[in-house]
Nanobody, 136 residues
Framework: QVRLVESGGALVQPGGSLRLSCAAS????????IAWFRQAPGKEREGVSC????????YYTKSVKGRFITSRDNTENTVYLQMNNLEPDDPAVYYC?????????????????????????????WGQGTQVTVSS
């Protein structure tokens, strides 16, 4: 049974940092494209980042580029999202998910090339999410 579990969410001050973890059981994360999404109250779920299988590429939504870094630890079977310089627009429940078809974040590449918004369509095995709060 495939299971993703997110952790690491917390209350942090503006400008602070957090590292989120996405731990997997039932599948080897190194063989999948893994994406991070976030959803704030009253808003649609938004794609944040994607790391391709074999760590062959990473993608970020414009609002987090330069501040967030996604990485993978194959030994721990875990994908991370390092979030730096957190801003007032970052608070949300953060989720990780697998891209259900394709290994190389093709949905992200297509979205960035076409300007189309990255939605949850095409992603699965969602975890329960972890809450990130930014407040002074």
């Amino acid at each position: 049974q495939v299971r993703l579990v997110e952790s690491g969410g917390a209350l942090v001050q503006p400008g602070g940092s957090l590292r989120l973890s996405c731990a997997a059981s039932g599948l080897p994360l190194r063989s999948y494209a893994i994406a991070w999404f976030r959803q704030a109250p009253g808003k649609e779920r938004e794609g944040v980042s994607c790391i391709a299988a074999g760590d062959s590429g990473t993608y970020y939504t414009k609002s987090v580029k330069g501040r967030f870094i996604t990485s993978r630890d194959n030994t721990e079977n875990t994908v991370y999202l390092q979030m730096n310089n957190l801003e007032p627009d970052d608070p949300a429940v953060y989720y990780c998910a697998t891209q259900t078809s394709g290994l190389y974040c093709e949905i992200w590449a297509h979205g960035q090339a076409s300007g189309e918004k990255i939605t949850s369509t095409g992603f699965g095995s969602w975890g329960q999410g972890t809450q990130v709060t930014v407040s002074s």
